[in-house]
């Protein structure tokens, strides 16, 4: 099977960075779009950056100029660059990768996601 490893997450001071790591593991055959979500407390989840398999990249909105999110296909991972974080930022991050996996004669594609890291930012 297919597991998303996250790390990276922790506390930190308002102004300052974290970079989250996902490792995908298992009998991947190909990894398309990889992106980075989070939920916030009481608070829907929300997309935070996308990348597809070609390096296209999108933000949202409250993160652009702050985040890069990049992607090391060789080691199956996808990076989430986090500066000048802010308070606001405080959420629980998860990994999303739609993966295809390969049994003998078939392929099957689904959508994966990490077990959550927890970046918090103090004011």
């Known amino acids: 099977q297919v597991q998303l490893v996250e790390s990276g997450g922790g506390l930190v001071q308002a102004g300052g960075s974290l970079r989250l790591s996902c490792a995908a593991s298992g009998s991947i055959f190909s990894i398309n779009a990889m992106g980075w979500y989070r939920q916030a407390l009481g608070k829907q989840r929300e997309l935070v950056a996308r990348i597809t398999s070609g390096s296209s990249t999108n933000y949202a909105d409250s993160v652009k100029g702050r985040f890069t999110i990049s992607r090391d296909n060789a080691k199956n991972t996808v990076y989430l660059q986090m500066n000048s974080l802010k308070p606001e930022d405080t959420a629980v991050y998860y990994c999303?990768?739609?993966?295809?996996?390969?049994?003998?004669?078939?392929?099957?594609?689904?959508?994966?996601w990490g077990q959550g890291t927890q970046v918090t930012v103090s004011s």
């Open positions: 999303n990768a739609g993966i295809t996996t390969q049994v003998p004669n078939q392929k099957f594609w689904r959508e994966y």
